[in-house]
Every structure is written in structure tokens, then in C-alpha cells.
């Protein structure tokens, strides 16, 4: 097995996590693998094999307050119906990684979220590199890809470590054809985008999409980092195709099961506005519940 990469120089890790799971009929954070643990912990337990020692998970208004995430600073988001961007934007204010904090408006709520905001993104407040808290950026997992191998984010960290400054993007190649994936790592000095107006709109993707020269695809082989567990029938595939105890005879490696990753009509899937899986040319696969 591979040592982890030094915790000291690993992006900070964010689990977004808060949906309701309408479609699938509940939170897919609390859906269980074949092993017994819940999405959420399953994510969890890959980012800390990996080397992510600072994790941010950001629940619904559905989490038992209760209960906690060992490890890991939990938020809740009170309103997931906002999008996958409220979500990136509550765990990035919790983990203090701009060194000026910004601010983001809903107009159509009249509110400003989260209080209390001192300064509004500006090009000459942007975070140096490196934040204060000594990560070099934020690694964006989403709960319903709980198949990503730990390996696969061992990978992609590494990436993030030889080139700090780029966008480490995942893919897969199946039938000929390289698939964009997640998780994602953004550099520090793309995180005062997320809270630009652009994003409002097209979510985390906007930063990909404004600045293409700097996004950096790490191949990996992988297809979990394709495969969103966002409908009854293909959770229940999934468990399917996971034997008993594949997930846990497979942790080393990030897991045992083995789901078509072109589940969605047969369609390419691609990263949506909200930086989901969407299946191109068809209805949205995750939309903005997680």
C-alpha cells in the first residue's frame, strides 16, 4: 500500500453532502454500502486514507446535530435547495480559507449569507497560494460518488502537490472516450470565484469553464469517479454489483464494486451547472439536491 502524501502539504478536503436524495427517496449521505457504512462515511474514510487530514462536511437541515463526522468540522446548509455552490460556499467560509472572507447575496431571498461578511471578492483580496491555514487549496468530493478509490484521490493529490496553481480534474477512459470526473481540486486562488456571480449561475463548473488553461486532467483508472449513485435502480445495481464484503476486502484500494459507469440512458455524463454528474443531452442527473 502507498503512503499517504504528507498531510502538511494536502489540500483541505470538502464533502458536499446536504441534499435531500428526492429522487433516490431520502439523504444519499445516510444510504449504506455493502459494508455496513453510511455514503458519508464511506467518503470520508477515502479522503483520510488518502492523506486529507482537514475535512469540512456539509450537511441538510435533515442531520441529527447529535451526531458527528469523527475528524471532520461538520456544517449544516439550511437551505440545500440553494445549490451545490451554498454548499462549496458554507464549507470554504468554515475552513477560513480565503484570508479576507467573502460575500454572496440571494436577491431573490433578500439575504446575505452566511453573517457576518467583511469583504466582497476583489481581485486584490484573492488568498495568497497558500492560505492561512496552510493548505494549498480545496479537494471537492461529492457523497454520492462513493466508489472513488482511495488511490484514485492519493493520485490526484499528488497532482495537486507537483502543481499547485492548477485545477486537478479527474478522468476516466471508457469505449475510446476520456470522461471528466470527481473529486476536483481547486488552487487557493481560484476559491474567491466560487462567490462571483458566475457561479451563482453554473456553480463550481464556472471556474472550470473561465479558466481552461489552467485545469489540469489526471487519468485515472478508476470509474468511480464517473459513477453518481442518484436513483433507486442504480443504488441498487451498485449494491449489486458490490459483493458481500467487497467494499471492505477493498479499502486499500477504495472499494470493490464495479457499476457501469454509463448508467443515465447510456449517455456521456458530464459535470453539470451545480458540478454534478448530468447525463449530456438528457435530463439532469443530480441537479442541485445532492
Known sequence: MDSPPSSEASPAGVVLAAGWGRRIGGPKALLRTPDGRTFLETVVSRLRDAG?????????????????????????????????????RL???NAGLPEDPPRWSDPGRGVVFPPPPTLTPTPTN????????????????????PAVRAQTVRTLVEAHRREPDRIVVPTFAETGRRRRGHPVVFPAWAVPEFFASPAD??????????????VAEVEVPDPGVVMDVDSP???QEWLEASAPGALARGRDQGGGARLDATKGGGREHVPDANGRSRPQGGKDAGGTRS
Do not use: F, K
Open 233 to 235: 435502480a442504480c443504488y
Open 201 to 214: 449561475r453554473e456553480g463550481p463548473r464556472a471556474v472550470v469553464r473561465a479558466h481552461p488553461q489552467a
Open 126 to 145: 484573492r488568498p495568497a497560494t497558500r492560505g492561512p491555514t496552510g493548505c494549498l487549496g480545496i479537494l471537492v468530493a461529492l457523497v454520492d460518488h
Open 52 to 88: 486529507i487530514a482537514r475535512m469540512v462536511v456539509v450537511v441538510g437541515p435533515w442531520w441529527n446535530p447529535r451526531e458527528a463526522v469523527p475528524g471532520c468540522d461538520v456544517v449544516v446548509n439550511p437551505d440545500p435547495d440553494r445549490g451545490v455552490i451554498s454548499s462549496l
Open 91 to 93: 464549507a470554504i467560509w
